[in-house]
């Protein structure tokens, strides 16, 4: 005969293990929700528009407190925050990932290149920033291999050495207006290589690709345009995990060869 003492006792035992764990399961979620709102992010790199500097499948970590907070700080761009709080401008050159307008319902990520009130133009791939040229100078070309994530127009497809597929891209260095540099690829003539002058708005920055010729950026009316500031979610810092996409996620023997272990811990 069953004793209804232990069964009740037993009964209070599973409950109470069911509420520890639930009760740690929640602490859990608030933990990461509190990390990935107001410390670091990941986000994984989508498409060839920040070539030489950003590949597809880098992961990389962004800062958070960088730009201030707003919605879009927050998952799912939870209205929980009102505007901004501790607001703060980007530098330009900075690397950042921002909810891309009008939809705001994609991040993307792209370089800032304009700030409130200054102008920007582009006269025959050139970038004119506050009516100066930005120097921009001719180096060693962008050589990249061919990989089930990666592939290249027959205009830029080439061998190396051992007969491998790689694409080349013609690269150049920038240095805008204080120093800070970073490298852009020329694919040759775009429609976005001349444009009118833009003047950016106060609360917004101007957003540009790397891969000029290959990224839909603030140079286009049917794009993004001019990004509010509160759209900024943070600054891209350090990459954490590269892959060339051609492991398979449920073969962990085919991760190590599909890594791209020279990019892991490269900074911003």
Not at 89 to 113: H, L, S, Y
Request: glycine content about 8%; proline content about 9%.
């Amino acid at each position: 005969m069953a004793n209804p003492a232990r069964a009740r006792r037993a009964s209070s035992t599973q409950k109470s293990e069911w509420r520890e764990t639930l009760v740690f399961l929640v602490k859990l979620a608030l933990f990461v929700f509190v990390i990935r709102s107001f410390l670091f992010s990941p986000f994984v790199i989508p498409s060839g528009s920040m070539l030489p500097r950003t590949l597809i499948g880098d992961y990389l970590f962004i800062t958070k407190w960088n730009y201030g907070y707003s919605r879009h700080s927050l998952p799912l761009s939870l209205p929980l925050i009102p505007g901004r709080i501790l607001p703060s401008t980007p530098e330009r050159g900075d690397v950042a990932v921002f909810k891309a307008p009008p939809a705001d319902n994609e991040d993307w990520i792209k370089r800032v290149i304009g700030l409130p009130g200054d102008t920007i133009q582009m006269r025959g791939g050139q970038l004119i920033l506050n009516g100066r040229a930005v120097p921009k100078q001719r180096i060693a070309d962008f050589v990249l291999p061919v990989t089930p994530n990666f592939g290249c127009e027959a205009v830029f497809q080439d061998d190396d050495a051992e007969g491998r597929p790689i694409c080349r891209y013609p690269q150049y260095r920038e240095t805008l207006p204080g120093g800070r540099s970073y490298l852009v690829l020329d694919q040759g003539f775009s429609p976005a290589d001349d444009t009118g002058v833009f003047t950016v708005p106060a609360g917004h920055v101007f957003m540009m690709g790397d891969n000029r010729d290959d990224s839909k950026d603030s140079r286009f009316a049917d794009s993004i345009g001019f990004v509010p500031l509160e759209n900024l979610q943070g600054k891209a810092v350090v990459t954490f995990w590269s892959t060339d996409g051609s492991a398979s996620w449920l073969k962990p023997w085919t991760w190590p060869g599909a890594t791209r272990w020279s990019r892991i811990g490269e900074g911003f």
